[in-house]
Nanobody, 124 residues
Framework: QVHLVESGGGLVQPGGSLRLNCLQS????????MGWFRRAPGKEPEFVAC????????YYADSVKGRFAISRDNAQNTLFLQMIDLKPEDTAVYYC?????????????????WGPGTQVTVSS
């Protein structure tokens, strides 16, 4: 069993920055790919970014490339999402997810564990 808890969300003005954190507990050594998804009101979950266990491979949605950076610290069992130049369209609940098995990296079905989410609101 893997437990995930996000933190770092909040209200920020357009152009601002925010860093999201995801703390893992439980059988963290079983975790392979980890990712961030987001869900805006009335919309389906959207892939944001993911990272391999080693941290050597990362993938980003086109909408966040150049603005968001995903990283992980396996020793501390923590996943990060550094967000800069935030835009109103980034407003959503952001979810941390962990995959035990291989699969399509941008599909929600690939991921076995999910955190409860943290709200990010970009508004003036």
């Amino acid at each position: 069993q893997v437990h995930l808890v996000e933190s770092g969300g909040g209200l920020v003005q357009p152009g601002g920055s925010l860093r999201l954190n995801c703390l893992q507990s439980g059988r963290t050594r079983a975790t392979k790919t980890m990712g961030w998804f987001r869900r805006a009101p009335g919309k389906e979950p959207e892939f944001v970014a993911c990272i391999a266990w080693s941290g050597s491979s990362t993938y980003y949605a086109d909408s966040v490339k150049g603005r968001f950076a995903i990283s992980r610290d396996n020793a501390q069992n923590t996943l990060f999402l550094q967000m800069i130049d935030l835009k109103p369209e980034d407003t959503a609940v952001y979810y941390c997810a962990a995959a035990i098995y291989s699969g399509t990296y941008d599909a929600t079905s690939t991921y076995d564990y999910w955190g409860p989410g943290t709200q990010v609101t970009v508004s003036s």
